[in-house]
């Protein structure tokens, strides 16, 4: 079907799993590329990686899910959130949809919250992921300076204090990236739009109160060892949300790594970086192993 965001057909999918419906696009054939989206308010999987879809697709095949309480998926509860992390919850759901679509081992990208359900997927499964590339992901990273950091606290403000507004959403932009300006009124419009399911906005609240109640991400650092993948770490040296500071632990402790930093970016390097971004991302995944 065609996708008013790309100009890409884009096959959609309804996954059932055990949790709840996954939803789940993909286009482009080749190897799979399995692309995990952040966790701001409105963020989805088409939503976060539309611009890159034309360079990727020509050398992947690219599913793109929604994670469980975002895009099209289904909305853990709270006793669901209680009961395990957002991150256990989001590993058990995806492997569940991969193994309902027939894909057995894959190459995977995660950005952020996506990061940390990256770490984490290849730390339960290291069989099944065959390359790994991490964009600045949450768990597996121990920040230098206070948490939470400005760009966490910019997405705890959203949806609270009287609920989402277009100068909310500016703001949060603004603390995603390092110059705003290369984003104009038609992205913030587009991003707080897709930010006002009232659904989403009610498992936010909960995932919020969760993630608060846990002191934050899993501690996913303590078995980085358990990465047996070779994996890129893509990060922007003027990260605010997830900082470049706590990179060292994963340097150090994943087996097979290397790290590219952009200068004069924040955290959402494939928009920020975007050319650059698909171009590292491609050779990466196309080296032998």
């Known amino acids: 079907m065609g996708n008013p965001v790309t100009d890409l057909d884009l096959k ?27 966790g701001g308010p409105g963020a989805s999987g088409v939503g976060n990686y539309h611009q890159n879809l034309p360079a990727l697709a020509r050398r992947f095949r ?20 209680g009961t395990r992390s957002i991150t256990e919850i989001t590993v058990d759901a995806l492997y569940q949809a991969l193994d309902a679509l027939g894909i057995g081992d894959f190459h ?3 950005n952020s919250l996506g990061g940390a359900a990256a770490i984490a997927m290849a730390q339960e499964r290291p069989e099944r992921v065959t390359r790994l590339v991490l964009m600045a992901p949450g768990g597996g990273w121990l920040p230098f300076g206070p948490t939470p950091t400005e760009g966490q606290k910019e997405m705890f403000r959203y949806y609270n204090g009287g ?9 949060f932009i ?16 587009a991003r707080y739009e897709a930010s006002l399911d009232e659904s989403h906005i009610a498992f936010y609240h909960r995932y919020n109160a969760a993630f608060a109640q846990r002191g934050g991400m899993d501690p996913l650092w303590r078995d980085l060892h358990k990465i047996t993948a070779p994996t890129l770490l ?7 949300t997830i900082t470049f500071d706590g990179a060292q632990l994963m340097l150090k402790q994943i087996r097979d790594v290397q ?17 650059e971004f698909e171009a590292l991302v491609t050779g990466f995944l196309g080296e032998q192993a």
Do not use: N
Not at 62 to 81: A, C, K
């Open 12 to 38: 959609q999918h309804r996954v059932p799993t055990s949790l709840g419906e996954i939803t789940v696009a993909e286009t482009g054939e080749g190897p799979v590329l399995v692309m995990l989206h952040g």
């Open 62 to 81: 690219v599913v793109l899910p929604d994670q469980p309480g975002f895009g099209g998926s289904y909305r853990p509860t709270e006793d669901d959130l």
């Open 108 to 110: 995977l990208l995660g």
């Open 163 to 171: 609920g989402p507004s277009e100068k909310k959403m500016a703001a």
């Open 174 to 189: 603004r603390t995603m990236v390092f110059d705003h300006r290369q984003f104009g009124e038609d992205v913030v419009r």
């Open 234 to 240: 893509l990060w922007g040296r003027d990260d605010r």
């Open 259 to 275: 790290l590219h930093v952009f200068s004069r970016c924040g955290h959402w390097v494939q928009l920020e970086r975007r050319r």
